[in-house]
């Protein structure tokens, strides 16, 4: 080798350099992943709120009352689209944590009859939660995680032992708000495919009521005037209470069995 070739030769890099360097190239990606976050965040925040306000007098059992007649005369065209459309609609509220599942849940009990109803608000509010879910572990998870590393690490300890059973006891609770239990849930460790199976099964039970309240009006236009009033049959109250007490059986059942004594 010629002194030429030695001169123009670059010095190695010691360790140090090198992992300051790769330091370096970490931290980079890591404040680009924070704003690509943050990027997604605001437009999913003007996508949320866009849709809040052109459509929160839509999602209301007045405003569908008022196209019932629209909606049989596009079943009647479209018998198949229908039903792709209701999932859609359905999904896309869940999904983006809009008010008015209750008023759509009455309205495909009402529309489709209770099975149909039954499978549809089922797979597409499951649907929906987890696109919730999956949005809230990418935006938020790893922003919680680096900030309460020791006390979150406890706690998804906790949710890979029993994370489903405490998704399904909040599932089983319509009082507990549906799009809180998807952003919390996204923060955990909890798997995809755990949340959408324990979420499918422990929604079911609520689900059935609501879509059976819808069932038993013979027309949108009498729940709309008439309110919760149209719906309060002794049987729904009866399915009310229960669906409210279940939750405390399926624990003291659980605490029997962890501690026969």
């Known amino acids: 080798m010629n002194s030429a070739d030695s001169d123009t030769r670059l010095p190695a890099r010691s360790d140090a350099e090198d992992s300051k360097h790769s330091s370096a190239v970490d931290a980079g990606k ?3 992943g924070n704003y690509l976050r943050l990027t997604v965040f605001l437009i999913l925040l003007g996508i949320i709120s866009l849709a809040y306000f052109n459509f929160r007098d839509v999602l209301t059992l007045k405003y569908l009352a008022s196209q019932e007649t629209n909606w049989r005369q596009f079943a009647e065209q479209y018998p198949l689209a229908i039903y792709l459309i209701a999932f859609l609609i359905y999904t ?3 999904g983006l944590s809009l008010p008015g599942a209750v008023p759509l849940t009455l309205t495909y009990g009402w529309f489709f009859g209770f099975w149909k109803a039954l499978l549809l608000v089922s797979f597409s509010s499951t649907a929906g939660a987890t696109l919730a879910f999956l949005t809230s572990r990418y935006l938020f998870r790893s ?3 680096s900030r309460y590393g020791e006390r ?3 706690i998804n300890q906790q949710f890979e032992k029993e994370g489903a059973f405490y998704l399904f006891i909040l599932r089983l609770v319509p009082a507990f708000p549906f799009f809180l239990i998807n952003v919390l849930m996204g923060l955990t460790a909890i798997r995809v ?3 959408w199976w324990v979420s499918q099964l422990g929604m079911l039970a609520g689900t059935a009521v609501f879509v059976y309240a819808g069932t038993s009006v013979p027309t949108l236009q009498e729940l709309s005037e008439k309110g919760a009033k149209g719906i309060l049959t002794p049987q729904l109250i009866i399915a009310f209470i229960l669906l409210g007490t279940f939750p ?3 624990k ?8 026969p004594k």
């Not at 003291?252 to 501690?259: A, D, E, T």
């Open 252 to 259: 003291k059942i659980v605490s029997r069995i962890r501690n």
């Open 193 to 195: 495919w755990t949340f």
């Open 30 to 32: 890591k404040r680009a």
């Open 152 to 154: 979150f690490a406890l």
């Open 143 to 145: 922003a919680i995680q």
């Open 92 to 94: 896309s509220t869940t």
């Open 248 to 250: 405390l059986l399926v």
